[in-house]
């Protein structure tokens, strides 16, 4: 688990995690990133007072270490406790279910060609509305409440969230970071699945929360959907992972459309110019290219 100034959320998020019923033992690694506001203070005063406080390491950095750095800090503590296994969940979210683990290290357990086990979620809004996520084609159930996928099924099509994983320490290499330019979660999911399949379960034991304090909604919209394209492209030019080039195309779809409907006179715009050339770039499309800069003259 990881957090950052999320005083508001935390203590469900490690709740759940510790109500977990399972016949194996499991231990707590909790990174805090410095937190300016009390996510400290209140995760030492729960914890004081909690019969499994013995089950959480609570770490709180003295420096502001960064999203990314934090996470493969705590993924670097997990490995080195020798767990079999590791689970993720970052202090905004929540686990649902209290034998969601139980559910998904007896799936591991079963099949030994799996590397990572996963489910659908839900994500909670501000208002209290929440919206079920699932990211594959409905047929891959084939009615079922399973199905395996490979890596080239998460490349081409699939979005697997970070608090529904459970996967095997082994096949963790962080030292792969060192060559890319944008390393983070995706790519530690990539490469877990270059040791064997996915399993994904069509339980929703997980809640996204989408607010203004998570990690991506507190970026800007531009910062935001340029770190999302720089993931696709990281993946595609250094690891020649060709497939995510249609979620490389997808963003960058977004971030024009964003750009056209969020901005006036788009034409005089020196930064929606390069995203047009980018995609250019990306796809030596004339065609395209033409019909988003007709789009850059249209003023509602």
Aim: glycine share 2%.
């Amino acid at each position: 688990m990881i957090s950052y100034n999320q005083q508001e959320y935390i203590i469900e998020a490690l709740e759940n995690v510790l109500n977990q019923k399972t016949n194996f033992d499991f231990r707590i690694i909790l990174s805090d990133d410095c937190s300016t506001d009390n996510t400290q203070t209140v995760v030492e005063k729960f914890l004081n007072n909690h019969p499994k406080k013995h089950l959480v390491t609570f770490v709180k950095q003295k420096i502001n270490l960064g999203w990314m750095p934090n996470f493969i800090f705590t993924l670097q503590k997990c490995q080195e406790s020798g767990s079999k296994y590791i689970a993720m969940c970052e202090g905004d979210d929540f686990w649902t279910n209290e034998n969601k683990l139980q559910k998904q290290i007896d799936l591991l357990e079963e099949n030994p060609d799996v590397v990572l086990a996963c489910h659908q979620y839900k994500e909670l809004y501000n208002d209290g509305s929440t919206k079920d996520f699932p990211y594959f084609r409905k047929d891959f159930f084939n009615g079922n409440e399973t199905f395996k996928f490979t890596q080239v099924d998460f490349e081409e099509f699939m979005k697997i969230q970070t608090m529904t994983i459970v996967f095997r320490s082994s096949a963790l290499d962080l030292s792969l970071r060192e060559k890319y330019n944008y390393y983070c979660d995706t790519h530690v999911k990539h490469h877990i699945l270059d040791n064997g399949l996915g399993i994904y379960t069509k339980d929703f034991h997980a809640v996204y929360r989408i607010h203004g304090k998570n990690v991506f909604a507190s970026l800007k919209r531009r910062e935001q959907s340029e770190f999302a394209y720089n993931v696709y492209k990281d993946l595609i030019e250094n690891n020649k992972s060709v497939r995510y080039k249609n979620s490389l195309n997808i963003v960058m779809n977004d971030r024009i459309a964003k750009e056209l409907t969020s901005k006036k006179y788009n034409f005089l715009d020196p930064y929606y110019h390069k995203l047009l050339f980018q995609q250019f770039v990306d796809n030596k499309s004339l065609r395209l290219y033409a019909k988003n800069l007709l789009k850059s003259f249209n003023v509602s």
